[in-house]
């Protein structure tokens, strides 16, 4: 089994920061991409940021500038920092991760997290 924990969301006023954790366990044979998503009420979940995992990163054009995905290879973690914080980033973000279990090493599957509430306030 795998679990990821998204952590850090909250409540902050516009131009604020604030950063977002996930922590990714279980039974990990291999930890591939990474990334983070959001869904804001009545819209789709759209890719934030993603990274692999030799560090390489990409980002939607609307957080270009202002957040930065990072992780820890030895934690199995992921993190999202986000700076300059709007009103129209309120959403729940959820962390994603591509994974190859131990129990079948040779399947590379999607794991999400159950997400995290950041609201704006402006």
């Known amino acids: 089994q795998v679990q990821l924990v998204e952590s850090g969301g909250g409540l902050v006023q516009a131009w604020g920061s604030l950063r977002v954790s996930c922590a990714v366990s279980?039974?990990?044979?291999?930890?591939?991409?990474m990334g983070w998503y959001r869904q804001a009420p009545g819209k789709q979940r759209d890719l934030v940021a993603s990274i692999t995992n030799g560090h390489s990163t990409n980002y939607a054009d609307s957080v270009k500038g202002r957040f930065t995905i990072s992780r820890d290879n030895a934690k199995n973690m992921v993190y999202l920092e986000m700076s300059s914080l709007k009103s129209e980033d309120t959403a729940v973000y959820y962390c994603k991760a591509s994974i190859r279990t131990t129990r079948n090493p040779l399947r590379e599957m999607d794991y999400w997290g159950e997400g995290t509430l950041v609201t704006v306030s402006s």
């Open positions: 279980g039974s990990i044979f291999r930890l591939n991409d």
